[in-house]
């Protein structure tokens, strides 16, 4: 979704304390720089504006949030959104501007996050080419794993069908094993469940909301993801095994927070 230059994003976040612009430095520190390091430590990867960050972090005042995005437009709103609900200095929010595609250069083996939260990527639908761009693809979900705790998960939510058949796909190639899934995740009434900007927008149009929660299992024997491509015929025989061995449609009727 395009959206027009905001002329005070720019000045707001340079004056805000808790705004971090591509800064390496805190790799490997990340949880030092919150008031409590000891609490858990969660991630979100292309948070946009911000809408479901500010109220989970508005409602988890014991959880320490790191959200990521590229665009300094969208973390200009996601600073004011989080203003609003949390208050102008959030004691467990980080808004950090980076390119993802270079996530291990800014988090390390030390930061250990519990839990990473991707909600709508772009799809990268167009041209095979470009799936290499999505933020589950195998090159990013091995640089996740790098720095993720162990037992870590990763909650992903889509709209796009494609972009979530291809990412169970990915996930299975890069030990990720689902704990959770539904393809409509609204009527399968999973809580907890913050509502994002483009969850807001789908759920509006009628498309159901497709969404999974990942475990990190033991690693993958090494092999190179960034040369990974996924051909439909391995696509349905990995689909096929999970759906054996995990109930593919609803894996559980509650998330693993009501379990
Ligand atoms: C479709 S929006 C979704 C925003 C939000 N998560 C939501 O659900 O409303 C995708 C977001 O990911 C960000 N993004 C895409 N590629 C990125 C990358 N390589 N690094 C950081 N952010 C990225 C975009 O700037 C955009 O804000």
Redesign the pocket.
């Known amino acids: ?1 395009h ?1 027009r230059k905001k002329k005070w994003a720019r000045p707001e976040l340079a004056a805000c304390s808790w705004y971090i612009e591509e800064d390496e430095s805190f790799r490997n520190r990340w949880r030092a720089c919150f008031a409590h390091p000891e609490r858990p430590l969660h991630l ?10 500010a109220a989970m972090a508005r409602d988890n005042a014991r959880i320490n949030y790191v959200a ?4 300094a437009d ?2 200009g709103c996601a600073r004011r959104n989080a203003a609003a609900a949390c208050g102008e200095n959030p004691e467990n929010l980080r808004l950090l ?7 291990s250069h800014f988090f390390g083996p030390e930061d250990r996050p519990e839990r990473i ?6 799809p990268w639908t167009e041209h095979p080419k470009h799936a290499k ?1 999505r ?1 589950t693809h195998p090159r990013q979900l091995m640089q996740y794993r790098s720095f993720l705790a162990e037992g870590g998960e990763i909650w992903f ?1 889509t709209d796009d069908e494609t972009l979530f058949q291809d990412s169970l796909a990915y996930f299975d190639r890069c030990g990720f094993f689902p704990v959770y899934l539904t393809h409509d995740l609204h009527a399968a009434g999973f809580r907890p469940n913050y509502v ?6 789908f759920t509006g149009e009628g498309i159901p909301i497709k969404a999974a929660v990942f475990r990190m299992g033991p690693p993958p024997a090494a092999w190179d993801p960034t040369r990974y491509r996924l051909t439909p015929g391995v696509r349905a025989e990995i689909l096929a095994r999970l759906d054996r061995e995990t109930d593919l449609r609803e894996v559980g009727q509650d998330g693993p927070e009501n379990a």
Do not use: W
């Not at 990521?68 to 665009?71: I, R, Y």
């Open positions: 979704m959206m979100e990867m292309g948070c946009g504006k911000g809408v479901s960050t990521a995005d590229l665009n969208v973390l501007q980076a390119d993802i595609c270079f996530i939260y991707i909600s709508f990527c772009n761009r933020l939510k994002s900007e483009h969850e807001m927008k």
